[in-house]
């Protein structure tokens, strides 16, 4: 494979975990809104531990052409091991801690993302 095509399929997946990196190491990040704060925080783990399981699985598989259960599986892993280093480099950030709960709920995100994505391909 050509390395052009290596940094087309990875360097997605690499700037969402740069993004997410990122705004773990803020203190605080307060936002001004009408759904109460826990929801909207969940909410986030939710979605952007889903969109990088999908990065992983397009980088993994070469696109999405074909539904693959190893692919699958390892964007699923690589997710979840993200989710924990995440939450271990949140444990270094002030006013911040390590949540095993958080990891469970970027895992489930992770995890909705494949079973989504397994449905759409066997249609």
Known sequence: MKNESRLYLWLPP??????I??????S???V??????????????LFEY?????LYYRAINKGFKDWS??????????SILYAASDELHQSF???????PVDVLIDSSGAFLAQFV???VRRR
């Open 93 to 99: 950030v002030p006013q911040r801690f390590a949540s």
């Open 14 to 19: 690499i700037i969402w975990m740069a993004a």
């Open 32 to 45: 001004e809104t009408f759904v109460p704060d826990l929801y909207l925080r969940k909410g986030a783990h």
């Open 117 to 119: 994505l397994l449905l």
């Open 21 to 26: 990196f990122v705004l773990s190491s803020f």
């Open 69 to 78: 259960f190893y692919s699958s599986l390892l964007a699923l892993i690589f």
């Open 50 to 54: 889903a969109i990088l399981s999908l």
């Open 28 to 30: 605080s990040l307060e």
